[in-house]
C-alpha cells in the first residue's frame, strides 16, 4: 500500500509540473501501475478472474486523476491528522470507537484551515467524546501508514490534553462509542497500538519522556512489516 501511494504521489505530481505530452504518458502510466499495486494490495482481486481488479485499479486512477494539480497546488504531499492523548487522572486513557471501522483509537481527526495543530486537538476531544480539554505538550510524531492506522498517506501530531470539564458523549455520525480505559482493560480492535501505547501511558501518567517519532528505516523500501513495528523511536 505504501509502495502505491508513493508511486502514485511521485505520477501526480509530475502530472502537476510537466507540460510535456511525452512525460505525461509516463507519469499516467506509473499512475496505473501504482492503481494495479493499490487493488491488489488491498485485496480486491476476485477469484473469478482480472476483470474485477481492473475495474477497481481503473477507478482508482480516476480518482487519483482527479486530484491532479497544476505547479505547486499539485505537489502530492502526505495530509496532516491531529489526535489527542487524555487522562483522567487515575491513569485512564480516554479512547473512541470510530464509526466507519469499528476500531477504537485517542480522538483524532483532520487538521482543518484557520485552526493551529493543538486548536485542531482540544476541538476533537470536545466534538467526539464531549470532554473539554486545556493542551499540555507534543507527545508523538507519527507516520499513519507506517503505525496501520490509516491507509491514507499522513502524518499525526499527537498531543498530551488534560480534562478541564465536560461529560462523555460520543458523536452522533463520527463515533459509535466513547471511554476511560486503564491500560490493562483496553478495548479491541485498537488501531495501531503496537506503537503508541506504551508511550501514551507513559505521557499521562507524567513521566518525563522525549517526543515519540518514526526512526528512519535503512533502507526505507526494504523494511517489510518488522519496519513498521520496529521503527518507532524516542527523538532526542
Not at 174 to 179: K, M
Request: proline share 4%.
Amino acid at each position: 500500500m505504501r509502495w502505491s501511494e508513493s508511486l502514485a504521489a511521485i505520477a501526480r505530481t509530475g502530472l502537476g509540473f510537466t507540460e510535456s505530452l511525452y512525460e505525461r504518458e509516463r507519469f499516467e502510466e506509473v499512475l496505473k501501475v501504482a492503481g494495479e499495486i493499490r487493488a491488489t494490495a488491498a485485496d480486491s482481486l476476485e477469484a473469478e478472474g482480472q476483470a474485477v481488479g481492473q475495474r477497481l485499479a481503473s477507478g482508482i486512477v480516476n480518482e487519483w486523476l482527479k486530484g491532479v494539480g497544476s505547479g505547486v497546488a499539485g505537489y502530492v504531499t502526505p495530509k496532516v491528522a491531529v489526535g489527542a492523548v487524555v487522562g483522567d487522572g487515575t491513569d485512564r486513557i480516554l479512547l473512541v470507537q470510530r464509526a466507519d471501522s469499528g476500531v477504537w483509537l485517542y480522538p483524532t481527526g483532520w487538521a482543518d484551515v484557520g485552526y493551529s495543530a493543538v486548536e485542531v486537538a482540544v476541538k476533537e476531544v470536545r466534538e467526539e467524546t464531549g470532554i473539554e480539554s486545556e493542551p499540555d505538550r507534543l507527545v508523538m510524531v507519527l507516520d499513519g501508514l507506517r503505525v496501520g492506522i490509516s491507509q491514507v498517506p499522513l502524518y499525526s501530531l499527537v498531543f498530551l490534553l488534560r480534562p478541564v470539564g465536560g461529560a462523555l458523549k460520543a458523536h452522533p455520525l463520527e463515533c459509535r462509542d466513547v471511554g476511560w480505559f486503564a491500560e490493562d482493560a483496553l478495548p479491541a480492535p485498537l488501531a495501531g497500538a503496537g506503537m503508541w501505547k506504551e508511550h501514551a501511558f507513559a505521557s499521562i501518567r507524567n513521566e518525563t519522556r522525549e517526543v515519540l517519532f518514526d526512526r528512519p528505516r535503512r533502507p526505507v523500501w526494504r523494511s517489510g512489516r518488522d519496519g513498521a513495528q520496529k521503527g518507532g523511536g524516542t527523538g532526542r
